[in-house]
């Protein structure tokens, strides 16, 4: 038996378990018995977008841990003391370090609760206790099953912490295979590949990883023809001016959270291209600068195909046939690719299929979205007595920041301090659960 039990172990979770943590160590109350579930083998996040030189598009200082306890040991601070680049990262004068730096950043934070974590490990359904999810006692129990030989087992819970990620989104219609790529999977498929093979490629969408792709295409295909497929006119700038930069705030969720429609309805209005569909400066200014210059010089291999969706695709052999349709004069024409990556971004978290039956407990709004409370736990009917927390799936309760790093910690923090408040209030914290690995 767990007080919480966290399904999925990315970054949002990896800061719970820290802020579980010294909730404890720093005297404030007991530990509180946590274990977490993780579908993949090992850690990652977004591996597969690691490219060379890209970089983080939040300040360091918005680690796992830092707006909730500036003295945290697992700061990213911290972490570049211990591994002897303090310095060296200050003389860089810069806010933003690169993905790959802040991943490995990731991986060292988690390899301290390496002992609370099942990695390869699928969590199938959550439910109340008792045969069938029918029992009246006041506890969670999930059925977890192991990826790799399929056995399954039972993991019992006072509450749960639901953060299983973002879902790859693709155009309708489009299914992926071996040339025909999401972002997600891009680097691991982009090496799978023989680069020489690779004589035409094309990338679709308007945001940051679709821009990153193409100049990422561009410099390690210096044979190939890239085209950016563009649904716009062209890419749009990232708003990450200070005014701007507010809406990710701590003190946001809470204009946001208790503001009226018309409140929420102009926090999108305003502020979505401070992240959605939208570019850093540099890189715009590379890939036109690239464009340029290859005018100049009279050949060209980057091409972008702007006002224009991708209307239908056809596999020959190796090669991938690109319908597209032009948005202004809806003239079509077709590009004959060797790959093919939409970077057309991602679904936000639905708890639903792992709920289950207890998803009828779980009202809703007008809108169908699940009523949440400010703590970030889903409101339930008197008769489930524990929680359920979501980390992710909370934009329309929360606003802006409830798929993205900017708020982590503090978040981290506020479902920690609910947490304990439950627990108190249950008498659920008698001597310690075992510290076993589920």
């Not at 690169?98 to 390899?111: D, K, M, V």
């Not at 691991?188 to 940051?208: I, M, T």
């Not at 701007?244 to 204009?255: E, I, K, S, T, Y």
């Not at 980057?302 to 239908?312: I, P, Q, T």
Request: charged share 25%.
């Amino acid at each position: 038996m767990y007080d919480v039990v966290g399904v999925g172990f990315g970054p949002s979770n990896l800061s719970l378990a820290i802020a579980l943590k010294e909730r404890a160590t720093n005297g404030a109350g007991r530990k509180i018995s946590a274990a977490f579930i993780e579908r993949q083998p090992s850690f990652g996040w977004h591996k597969n977008m690691l490219l060379p030189s890209a970089t983080m598009q939040i300040s360091f200082l918005k680690d796992l841990a830092t707006f909730r306890n500036p003295t945290s040991k697992f700061s990213f601070v911290s972490y570049l003391h211990e591994s002897g680049r303090l310095t060296q990262f200050v003389n860089n004068q810069d806010f933003f370090p690169t993905r790959q730096e802040f991943h490995q950043y990731l991986e060292w934070a988690q390899s301290h609760f390496e002992d609370s974590v099942s990695y390869g490990s699928e969590v199938v359904s959550v439910r109340r206790a008792g045969e069938a999810g029918s029992g009246a006692a006041g506890h969670l129990e999930l059925e977890v099953r192991d990826i790799a030989d399929g056995s399954s087992r039972l993991v019992h819970a006072r509450n749960v912490v639901i953060s299983t990620g973002l879902v790859p989104r693709m155009p309708q219609g489009m299914e992926r295979d071996e040339r025909v790529w999401h972002s997600s999977e891009f680097l691991e498929k982009f090496r799978s590949v023989g680069s020489d093979e690779l004589k035409s490629v094309a990338v679709v969408g308007a945001g940051q990883s679709a821009a990153e792709i193409t100049r990422f295409m561009h410099d390690m295909l210096p044979h190939a023809q890239v085209h950016s497929v563009i649904p716009s006119y062209g890419y749009s700038v990232a708003d990450d001016t200070p005014f701007a930069n507010q809406v990710f705030d701590p003190a946001a969720v809470d204009d946001y959270y208790y503001g009226t429609d018309q409140t929420r309805e102009a926090f999108w209005r305003y502020h979505k291209n401070t992240n959605y569909s939208v570019v850093d400066t540099e890189v715009i200014q590379d890939l036109y600068r690239r464009s340029y210059d290859e005018d100049v010089r009279g050949y060209r291999r980057l091409h972008f195909h702007n006002l224009s969706r991708v209307e239908s695709i056809q596999r020959v052999g190796n090669e991938t046939l690109v319908s597209l349709v032009s948005l202004l004069d809806k003239e079509t024409q077709v590009l004959n690719t060797d790959a093919l990556v939409f970077a057309t971004g991602y679904e936000g978290m639905d708890p639903t299929r792992l709920l289950g039956d207890l998803a009828a407990h779980c009202p809703r709004d007008d809108q169908g979205h699940y009523r949440v409370d400010r703590d970030y736990q889903l409101v339930t009917e008197p008769e489930l007595p524990f929680g359920i927390y979501l980390q992710g799936g909370t934009e329309h309760s929360h606003g802006l920041t409830s798929s993205l790093l900017s708020n982590l910690a503090t978040r981290s923090g506020e479902i920690t301090e609910s947490l304990v408040n439950r627990l108190e209030t249950e008498q659920a914290l008698p001597a310690l659960a075992t510290e076993e690995t589920v």
